[in-house]
């Protein structure tokens, strides 16, 4: 890249992204050519890999997106362990729900249970990324087991509501099943902490 | 087929079975066709139609055969509600565990998320077979999302264990973590019921 050329510029990295998110979604990680992503997004590939490094790295920066990660667990976290379960729970499920990033967070599943390279991202994201930041709040003997239990049990649930779409659960109001979830993922964060 | 001439047997049946688990595993369920299936057992395309009905029929024997619902549910259920929770927890997570029927579990989970038509299988597996005789054994309110809730929690933490394979709950010994899930199924499948 020429000094002083600017390639593109905040919009495009958006234009960029969005097409990625596409590709991705339709098609999965795999194949999902880096070249295919650049052809949607009407640039050169060589802008792609200017502004995120790599298919890999495009990936990440389309499922760090929905989660938001420092946002996310600063909100939940907050207040401390009482009531980080149901704090948790709703926050989780909340973003499978949403219209925004339900879809995206469909898309990087199937991604992550398909492909072993994104299966190996998502294991970073989860553990480095979202894992550590509950582990500290929550302080306990186990913390890494327990955060990981609570987050499994979550997904599971997020899968047979959104994925496999088995009713009733399917068509909960997201607060009913909030109130039913809670108190097991409260449970899995530590026995002892206040379900609220 | 012409009266008088056995087309096969148990033997080509199982052969025809097998064929189809490899191809279901290898490239999923849309693009294993019947004829490829066919092919790999070489036998006659018109064989498995003889056998299975069509390739859907073909995959629902491929499913249940790891599952073998009625003797797993015999099994769990034949004891009453007391101690439900720890008994599904041991025997779900004891079969994705399992050298035999895990990779089986890991295919058709695989499949039911990325492909449309075998969602719409799973989800009739899911709540016809399974879910309706746990229901049976609960006999409390609201007992269809109690089940689903405590299948979703056991699918989930078998995706973050087998699938994502996120350490330390990938490495845990079976009866520790049937120890650490029990308590959060039984509550999921009735609050008020005894936790053993």
Redesign the interface.
Known sequence: MARGRRPGGADTRKVVLDAARRRFAEV?YARASLRSIAAEAAVDPSLVVHYFGSKEGLFRAVIEWPFDPAVFLDQLTAAGPDGLGRRLAAGFLGMWESADTGPRLQAV??A???DADV?AL??EF??EVLAERLIMVIGRERA??RV??A???????????H???????AG?PLDELVD??A???Q??LG?ALTVD
């Open positions: 999965g599943f199937r992550a249970v398909t299966t998502i294991r989860l553990t890494e087991q990981e239990l987050l499994g049990t979550l997904l599971g649930i997020a899968v047979v509501r994925i496999l779409r088995v009713e009733p659960l909960l039913q979830i108190p097991a993922v449970q899995q026995g």
